[in-house]
């Protein structure tokens, strides 16, 4: 990632109160898309994106854990500590909280992932001090009381029912168990029913605690905003929960990690009664901090990024054989993976793995053309763009650089660097991604030649 930051720093205010540090990181053109970044004394980073030509603006905080933070007893805390923070704080009651948002007409949620966790506001502009306040106050003062965690014990558990109930998304999480065997980045974000029934009071209070101190956040805004007026009032509102008291704490630094991947040609396979069989084949990706992700990403998207992509022409419409095939990355601090994802009929697993692993290995040897190249450079750097069209967007976009970069890229800057993806870039991280020995994750209803079959599918 880059930036380009001047910096000012302010003065102490007429109270005495430490100083804060604020950089402008990206100008942007007339002021609009400006992106500032303020520290304040309790190690609280703020950083907001100007559009004065909307109406709306998103308010998120950014905490720097997720579930690969967490011991195998801790499974499920951190998705469990997302849900008790709309519970209640010393201000307001869990009703207090939904409607202050809902009587304005604001959208609020939040989403645990499995290395930061993210609760966010969307309002009209005129309400953000309400937004900043409700979200802040979350934050800085749940009670985390005791009938609160058993009661939302059992929407946890639901939850994980209505997962369990969707295959599509549960062979994901068995890929990355598959990966990453039991490690953190190998178990459910949501946990599991044992985990999350054995989960006490105490437990999920001493994670908070640990967690949830202003140098572990980043606050971030985007839309119609002032920097420094978003700044005072998320000041004013940790400073009044009794957050800001270390005056010479830092913000802790990105992520970095310990790559946990296991070995390859690993097979997992899930036995259910399905109407259809749901496959991820895959292997080790990039970390989301490798210089030759822009190229990994044009590979993606020709690949399996879209309708004219080479697994969708193989598998669906030459042959049709699948509904839904794609191609994924997913980017950790350390590590990354690469899979194809396909839902077939379960008689036709294995001539889809078949036409997979060939294109897969055909890319591998002789990389693509010039012109699915081209075609991938100009879906992605549209895609990009179009994906920043609205003020959440863009929220998840400074909020997430500040934690896992420390940094800020401008669209611009994005887009110069997918273009400047050149074809022997491509065809090199296809050599270093897609040759290797694959893993595989199926569920569906297997018979047992099937499953001997699909063994040795990536042997």
């Known amino acids: ?25 990206l100008p942007g053109k007339d002021g609009i898309g400006t992106v500032r970044r303020t520290t304040l004394p309790g190690g609280l980073r703020i950083v907001t994106e100007t559009l004065p030509s909307v109406r709306s603006a998103t308010f998120g905080i950014w ?19 997302e849900h008790l923070l709309f519970k209640g704080t010393h201000q307001r009651s869990a009703l207090d909280i939904s409607a202050a948002i809902d009587a304005v007409g604001g959208e609020m949620n939040a989403f645990t992932a499995k290395e930061y966790t993210c609760y966010y506001a969307r309002v009209l502009d005129t309400d953000l001090p309400l937004a900043i306040d409700v979200v802040c106050d979350m934050l800085t003062g749940s009670l985390i009381l005791d009938e ?23 062979v994901h999480e068995l890929f990355a168990q598959t990966m990453f065997g039991d ?80 070995a390859a040609g690993r097979v997992e396979l899930l036995n259910r009664k399905t109407e259809q069989a749901h496959v991820v084949l895959g292997m080790p990706g990039l970390a989301r901090t490798d210089e030759r992700r822009w190229a990994l990403g044009v590979l993606n998207t020709a690949l399996g990024g879209g309708m004219s992509s080479r697994l969708f022409q193989e598998v669906r419409e030459k042959r049709g054989l699948a509904y839904s095939v794609y191609s994924y990355t997913s980017g950790f601090a350390d590590c990354g993976l690469f899979g194809v994802y396909a839902g077939c009929r379960p008689g036709q697993v294995h001539d889809v ?12 040897a002789d990389g693509l053309t010039d012109d699915e190249i081209a075609r991938a450079v100009g879906q992605l750097s549209g895609s990009t763009v179009l994906g920043l069209e609205d003020t ?33 870039e491509v065809r090199e991280v296809a050599r270093d991604v897609l040759a290797q020995r694959p893993s595989l994750a199926v569920i569906g209803p297997l018979k047992d030649k099937q499953a001997d079959r699909l063994h040795q599918a990536v042997s």
Not at 149 to 169: F, K, Q, S, W
Request: charged share 25%; with cysteine; net charge neutral.
């Open 1 to 25: 990632m880059t930036s380009r930051s001047s910096v000012t720093t302010a003065r102490p205010s007429s109270e005495g109160r430490a100083v804060a540090r604020t950089q402008t990181l």
């Open 63 to 81: 905490a720097h854990v997720g579930s690969r933070d967490e011991t195998p007893s801790l499974n499920g805390a951190t998705h469990y500590l």
């Open 148 to 170: 609160d965690v058993d009661a939302e014990r059992g929407v946890i558990l639901e939850e994980i029912a209505m997962t369990e109930d969707d295959p599509g998304d549960v």
């Open 183 to 262: 490690t953190p980045l190998g178990r459910p974000v949501l946990g599991t029913v044992d985990t999350v029934n054995a989960l006490s009071r105490g437990q999920i209070a001493r994670f908070y605690k640990k967690h949830y101190d202003p140098t572990h956040l980043v606050v971030a805004a985007a839309g119609n905003v002032d920097h420094a007026t978003v700044v005072r009032q998320v000041r004013r509102a940790f400073e009044k929960a009794g957050a800001l008291t270390r005056t010479d704490a830092v913000p802790v630094a990105p992520r970095d990690g310990l790559r946990t991947l296991r």
């Open 353 to 364: 793995l078949r036409i997979c692993r060939d294109e897969l290995a055909k890319v591998a």
């Open 392 to 424: 959440g967007a863009l929220m998840n976009r400074i909020g997430k650089s500040e934690l896992c970069w420390g940094t800020q890229m401008s669209v611009d800057d994005m887009l110069d660097r997918i273009a400047a993806v050149t074809p022997d």
